[in-house]
């Protein structure tokens, strides 16, 4: 089976490319740096030559309100372009919660990307994962400033990115989900002990204070980034990523 993975230089795109591969299949991986862009629409056509999944793991250059424009753009050019190869399945990758959290401008963009893929014209899948460990540092950076981390207690539930490859892997090869799969971590923590946990692993001395307006997981309030009753809890802890990362 053959699979266009869009985004296919990124983080998870990559070790998605590599893990398809690995099981046999055909998966070409496309990106600007490999000649497909998907804004302009550029290498679009010839890249879904013969694709039966369409993975799109392409992510937005910023997280502001252009980020609006990225999602609908690539979208409509994506499921066009996908409709004229014939392809019969499309996958994305959004996030556990993300229409809860319209303040935040990227929630918003990829609400209205999952939207734009449930209208279209082919049967879809959407693997919504929580935060990637991965991702943590930037949002620790994000509001550090010399001796200190300021962090809300937002309640978060993250997961491996290698996690989300093996979930995306495994609803891109079957039949399309016509829904969502939820898939998070193993264990909910709150965003400042997040903080604490792995400045101490790292021997970092910096101090977290907790601050419940810092940073853009501060609008969120509850559970709505958690996941729910029916998500995958995928194996790998927290602590013991940070242990070898
Ligand atoms: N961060 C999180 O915690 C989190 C949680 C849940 C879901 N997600 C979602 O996971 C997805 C993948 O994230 P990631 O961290 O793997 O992204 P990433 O490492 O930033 O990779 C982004 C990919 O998109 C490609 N790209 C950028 N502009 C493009 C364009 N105009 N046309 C085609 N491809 C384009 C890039 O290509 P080049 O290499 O050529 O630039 C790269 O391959 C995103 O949609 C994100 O919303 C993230």
Redesign the pocket.
Known sequence: MKFAV?????????QVVRKLTAAGHEAV??????G?????GKGLDRALEGVYVVV??????TFDEASLD?FRT?MHNLLAAGERAGVRHQV?????GVDQVPQLD?YRA?TL?EDLLRQGPTPYSI??????F??MD?VFADTSDGDTVRLPATRLQ??A?AD?VDAVVEVSTGTPLQGIRNVAGPDVFPLDELGRLTLAARHDTRTVVTDDKAGMFAVVTGDVLTAGPDAHLASTHYQDWLQNA
């Not at 799109?56 to 250059?61: G, H, Q, T, V």
């Open positions: 869009i985004g296919g230089t990124g983080r998870i795109g990559s991986p496309a990106a600007p740096s490999t497909v862009d998907l804004i302009t799109n793991l392409a992510n937005s250059p990225f690539s994305v990758l959004s996030i556990v990227y990829k990307q693997v919504r994962a929580t935060q990637f991965e991702f930037a993250p997961i990115a989300v």
